[in-house]
């Protein structure tokens, strides 16, 4: 009766494997790491840029998202600027109004920046413009220079760039406190 499967069996079993069975394995084993290898390379290029892609459009939303709350919770208006916009709120809910300005150099490629006290943060990095627009109780434009205390509505764009990549927010923005 013969067995169903063949075991292989060496004819001697202290022979080994010759020289050229090792060459074949390993470069079989050379080539599989090489294929591995390159799909990572690729995928890790892919993620990287798509983790670019959604920078520019996680910088912009969160910045739109923080000013929303701030401006919202604002009382008055210090400066009102086409770059700047300086205003008190109580950010930190403590019961008093800290003095917040949101502001752009100007300068391509300059970062968008919270002032806060001392306190400088970058909201947006790449920005290629920003503009404040600013209108009154009757929801008519203020032309510059503008009067802070007049000031009902803020107008806010955004426009950032990173390598191939351009997005622009257009937000507005009422004051509750004023």
């Known amino acids: 009766m013969l067995p169903m499967f063949r075991i292989f069996k060496?004819?001697?079993p202290e022979d080994g494997l010759t020289l050229i069975e090792l060459i074949i394995v390993t470069a079989l084993i050379s080539i599989l790491v090489g294929a591995i290898t390159v799909t990572f390379v690729v995928g890790l290029r892919a993620w990287d840029v798509a983790m670019l892609?959604?920078?520019?459009k996680k910088d912009a939303s969160y910045s739109l998202r923080l000013?929303?709350?701030e401006i919202r919770q604002s009382t008055s208006v210090t400066t009102a600027n086409q770059n700047d916009f300086t205003f008190k709120a109580d950010s930190d809910a403590d019961g008093l109004d800290e003095t917040i300005t949101y502001s752009w150099s100007g300068v391509v490629g300059e970062d968008f920046n919270r002032i806060q006290g001392a306190t400088t943060i970058a909201l947006?990095?790449?920005?290629?413009s920003v503009q404040f627009k600013?209108?009154?109780a009757g929801n008519n434009l203020l032309s510059p220079p503008v009067t802070a205390s007049s000031v009902r509505l803020v107008e806010f764009t955004l426009q950032l760039k990173k390598e191939d990549e351009s997005i622009q927010?257009?937000?507005k923005f009422r004051p509750r406190g004023i």
């Open 67 to 69: 000013m929303s709350e």
């Open 53 to 56: 892609r959604g920078g520019v």
């Open 134 to 136: 600013y209108y009154d």
């Open 124 to 128: 947006a990095r790449d920005t290629q």
């Open 10 to 12: 060496l004819k001697n």
């Open 169 to 171: 927010y257009t937000s």
